[in-house]
C-alpha cells in the first residue's frame, strides 16, 4: 500500500515537444505529491509539488495534473529543452509525523534537439 | 530555495574501514533529516530517519549496527557505514525536511558515492 507507481521507465521527447509522465498511488492517507528532478551524480532538487485539495498546479513549463479519485497524478514538461534531460522521480508522503517520501521508481527523460 | 550540503561527493576507502558521510542544514533548523541508498539507475530507499537529539528510526532491514546515524544538532546529521565491505558500495543522499509556515518541503543533499574496494 506504500506503493507509488511510475511511468514510463524512460523517454525521449523532442525539443518543443511536452512530456508527460504518470504516477499511481494507493495509500488514500498521502496528501503531499513531489516531484524531483535528478541529474547524474546529484540529488534530487524539488521541482514541484501539489496537495490533494487542487487539481492542477502550474509553475513555468511544468504542470501537475492531479486525479484523486483515480489516485493518479502527472508531470507535463511544456516545450521540453535538452536541459531537462535528467531523470525524474514523483513521490508522496502523508504530512503530519515525519513526512516519510515514498518515491515512484524514476522515468529518465531524453530531450532530443 | 533552502539548501543542504553533503560531504564528501565521493570516498573510495578499502574493506573493513568505516566511512563518516555529513549533512548539514545551511540556512535552516532541521529537527528531521533523512538518510537515502540509490543504486544505478534505481529508486531512492528510505535507510532511517534521523531526529535531532534522539535515536534513528531504521527502516526494515537496514542494519543499524552498521549504518550509525547521530544527529547531534539541528542543522548536522552523519552517517557512519562502519566497516564497509564493497555490497555496502552505492549512492547515499540525505534530506532535510523544511518548514515554511503551514508548508513542508524536503531538500536533498548532493549525494556522496561510496566505493569500497
Known amino acids: 500500500q506504500q506503493q507509488v507507481k511510475q511511468s514510463p521507465q524512460s523517454l525521449i521527447v523532442q525539443k518543443g515537444g511536452i512530456s508527460i509522465i504518470n504516477c499511481a498511488y494507493e495509500n488514500t492517507a498521502f496528501d503531499y505529491f513531489p516531484w524531483y528532478q535528478q541529474f547524474p551524480g546529484k540529488g534530487p532538487a524539488l521541482l514541484i509539488a501539489?496537495?490533494?485539495?487542487?487539481s492542477e498546479k502550474k509553475e513555468g513549463r511544468f504542470t501537475i495534473s492531479f486525479n484523486k479519485s483515480a489516485k493518479q497524478f502527472s508531470l507535463h514538461i511544456m516545450d521540453s529543452q535538452p536541459g531537462d534531460s535528467a531523470t525524474y522521480f514523483c513521490?508522496?508522503?502523508?504530512?503530519?509525523?515525519?513526512?516519510?517520501?515514498?518515491f515512484g521508481t524514476g522515468t529518465k527523460l531524453q530531450v532530443i534537439p | 530555495g533552502a539548501v543542504v550540503s553533503q560531504h564528501p561527493s565521493w570516498v573510495i576507502c578499502k574493506s573493513g574501514t568505516s566511512v563518516k558521510i555529513e549533512c548539514r542544514s545551511l540556512d535552516f533548523q532541521a529537527t528531521t533529516m533523512f538518510w537515502y541508498r540509490q543504486f544505478p539507475k534505481q529508486s531512492l530507499m528510505l535507510m532511517a530517519t534521523?531526529?535531532?537529539?534522539?535515536?534513528?528510526?531504521?527502516e526494515q532491514g537496514v542494519e543499524k549496527d552498521k549504518f550509525l546515524i547521530n544527529h547531534a544538532s539541528l542543522t548536522l546529521s552523519t552517517l557512519t557505514v562502519t566497516s564497509a565491505h564493497p555490497e555496502d558500495s552505492s549512492f547515499y543522499i540525505c534530506s532535510a525536511r523544511y518548514r515554511d509556515g503551514p508548508n513542508e518541503k524536503l531538500f536533498f543533499g548532493s549525494g556522496t558515492q561510496l566505493s569500497v574496494l
Open positions: 534521523s531526529n535531532e537529539g534522539s535515536k534513528a528510526t531504521y
Open positions: 513521490a508522496a508522503s502523508s504530512t503530519g509525523g515525519y513526512q516519510k517520501v515514498t
Open positions: 501539489i496537495r490533494p485539495d487542487v
